[in-house]
C-alpha cells in the first residue's frame, strides 16, 4: 500500500454505510451519549465541510463538521474523527483536521471547536477554550474543550450554551 493511493473528498450520502462503520469501530455503541453527540443530534453536519479519506476506494477515515452557535460564536463542531486501525499513525487524522479547518475558514466559520485531548489538537492550531466557559448539552471534562479561533476576539464571546444552528 502507498501512499499515494489515498485520497481525501468532500463527503456525500454514499460514504455513510463506511462512516458508520469506521465509527463504530473507533468508539463503540456508547458514542452517541456523548455530549458531542447530543449537539450532533439537534441537526445535520454539513457535507460541504466533512471529509473521508480512501485508499483504492475504501472509506478508511472520516471527519465530519456540524454547524454550532457557541455562545456568540458561529462556528463549527468538529468531530467524529476517526481513522481505521490499520491506517493508523500515516498522519490521515491530521490532514482530514486541516483540510476540515481550512474548508471552516473559506466558508466564513468563526471557530473550529471540539471536545478531544490537547496534546493530539495543540499542534494542529487548537486552543483551550476558558474553563466552563461554555455549557454542553451533557457533562465535558473542561480541560479537554478545545478551539481554532478564525477571527478575533472569538475567546471573549465563547461564553454561554453551545448547541446546534441552522
Ligand atoms: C485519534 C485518531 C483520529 C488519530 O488518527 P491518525 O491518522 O492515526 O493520526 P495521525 O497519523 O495524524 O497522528 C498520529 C500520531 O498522533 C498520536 N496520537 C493519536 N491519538 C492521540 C491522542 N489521543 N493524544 C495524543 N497523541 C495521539 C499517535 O501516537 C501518533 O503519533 P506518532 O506520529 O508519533 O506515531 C485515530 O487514532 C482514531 O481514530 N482513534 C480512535 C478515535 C478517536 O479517539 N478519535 C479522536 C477523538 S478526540
Known amino acids: 500500500?502507498?501512499?499515494?493511493?489515498?485520497?481525501?473528498?468532500?463527503?456525500?450520502?454514499?460514504?455513510?454505510?463506511?462512516?458508520?462503520?469506521?465509527?463504530?469501530?473507533?468508539?463503540?455503541?456508547?458514542?452517541?451519549?456523548?455530549?458531542?453527540?447530543?449537539?450532533?443530534?439537534?441537526?445535520?453536519?454539513?457535507?460541504?465541510?466533512?471529509?473521508?479519506?480512501?485508499?483504492?476506494?475504501?472509506?478508511?477515515?472520516?471527519?465530519?463538521?456540524?454547524?454550532?452557535?457557541?455562545?456568540?460564536?458561529?462556528?463549527?463542531?468538529?468531530?467524529?474523527?476517526?481513522?481505521?486501525?490499520?491506517?493508523?499513525s500515516r498522519g490521515i487524522g491530521r490532514e482530514l483536521v486541516r483540510i476540515a479547518i481550512d474548508a471552516a475558514r473559506r466558508k466564513g466559520s468563526e471557530a473550529v471547536i471540539l471536545i478531544g485531548d490537547p496534546p493530539y489538537y495543540g499542534p494542529l492550531g487548537f486552543e483551550k477554550v476558558a474553563y466552563n466557559a461554555l455549557t454542553f448539552p451533557g457533562p465535558v471534562d473542561p480541560s479537554r474543550v478545545l478551539v481554532v479561533p478564525l477571527v478575533g476576539e472569538t475567546h471573549t464571546r465563547l461564553k454561554g450554551t453551545i448547541g446546534w444552528r441552522k
Do not use: W
Not at 14 to 27: G, K, L, P, Q, T
Open 1 to 88: 500500500m502507498h501512499k499515494h493511493d489515498l485520497v481525501y473528498l468532500t463527503e456525500d450520502a454514499s460514504h455513510d454505510a463506511a462512516i458508520e462503520h469506521i465509527n463504530e469501530e473507533a468508539f463503540g455503541p456508547g458514542r452517541h451519549t456523548r455530549a458531542a453527540a447530543r449537539i450532533r443530534e439537534q441537526g445535520p453536519h454539513d457535507l460541504s465541510l466533512s471529509f473521508i479519506c480512501a485508499d483504492d476506494g475504501e472509506t478508511i477515515a472520516s471527519v465530519r463538521m456540524t454547524p454550532v452557535l457557541a455562545g456568540a460564536v458561529k462556528g463549527h463542531l468538529l468531530g467524529p474523527l476517526a481513522v481505521r486501525p490499520s491506517h493508523k
